[in-house]
Nanobody
């Protein structure tokens, strides 16, 4: 079992930056790929970014590539999502997720409760 707790969401202006953090409670954090997904009001949940178990590989959706950066610290059981050049369309609830293998969709085994990110225009 993996429990995930996100933090760092909030309100930011267009063009601003935010860093989301996710703390995982598990003794085997390095056995899990980690991901960030989001869900905007009235829309389906969508993949944002993922990182492999060692951190050697990262994956991004086209909509956030070159603006967002995912990273992890296996010693601290944390994964971060650095979000730059934020746009109003980035407004959503952001979820941290874990799975033994990277998923480039929404099929992740473990989920956090989500954190709200609102980008004002």
């Amino acid at each position: 079992q993996v429990q995930l707790v996100e933090s760092g969401g909030g309100l930011v202006q267009t063009g601003g930056s935010l860093t989301l953090s996710c703390a995982a409670s598990t003794r085997t954090f390095s056995n899990y790929a980690m991901g960030w997904l989001r869900q905007a009001p009235g829309k389906e949940r969508e993949f944002v970014a993922a990182i492999s178990r060692t951190g050697s590989r990262t994956y991004y959706s086209d909509s956030v590539k070159d603006r967002f950066t995912i990273s992890r610290d296996n010693a601290k059981n944390t994964v971060n999502l650095q979000m730059n050049s934020l746009k109003p369309e980035d407004t959503a609830v952001y979820y941290c997720a874990a799975n033994p293998l990277v998923r480039l969709g929404v099929e992740w085994g473990y989920w956090g409760q989500g954190t709200q990110v609102t980008v004002s225009s």
